[in-house]
């Protein structure tokens, strides 16, 4: 069973900085990657960031050049260093992960929430 376990939300001023992070737990292949959605109420999940094992990165548009993804493979951990944060990025950041076993299937972590307020 995978498990993802966020840590490291809060409350930030705008222009200040969070890093969260992500354990994961019960992956049994090497085939997967991990990463951080966003949930605004009324909005669809958005894509914040995703990594591969092979380090290999995606970002969402409205993120790209304040946020940054990186992960520990031997800890199957994930992490998010969020710097320059506005008020827009407030939300619920669910940690991802997507395995590549037979088919592809998503899990989610319950969400950590961030709030950007002066």
């Known amino acids: 069973q995978v498990q993802l376990v966020e840590s490291g939300g809060g409350l930030v001023q705008p222009g200040g900085s969070l890093r969260l992070s992500c354990a994961a737990s019960?992956?049994?292949?090497?085939?997967?990657?991990l990463g951080w959605y966003r949930q605004v109420p009324g909005k669809q999940r958005e894509l914040v960031a995703t990594?591969?094992?092979?380090?290999?990165?995606d970002y969402g548009d409205s993120v790209k050049g304040r946020f940054t993804i990186s992960s520990d493979n031997a800890k199957d951990t994930v992490y998010l260093q969020m710097n320059s944060l506005r008020a827009e990025d407030t939300g619920i950041y669910c940690c991802?992960?997507?395995?590549?076993?037979?088919?592809?299937?998503?899990?989610w972590g319950r969400g950590t929430q961030v709030t950007v307020s002066s």
């Open positions: 019960g992956i049994s292949t090497s085939a997967y990657e």
């Open positions: 991802y992960a997507g395995i590549y076993a037979v088919e592809y299937k998503p899990y």
């Open positions: 990594i591969t094992r092979g380090g290999s990165t």
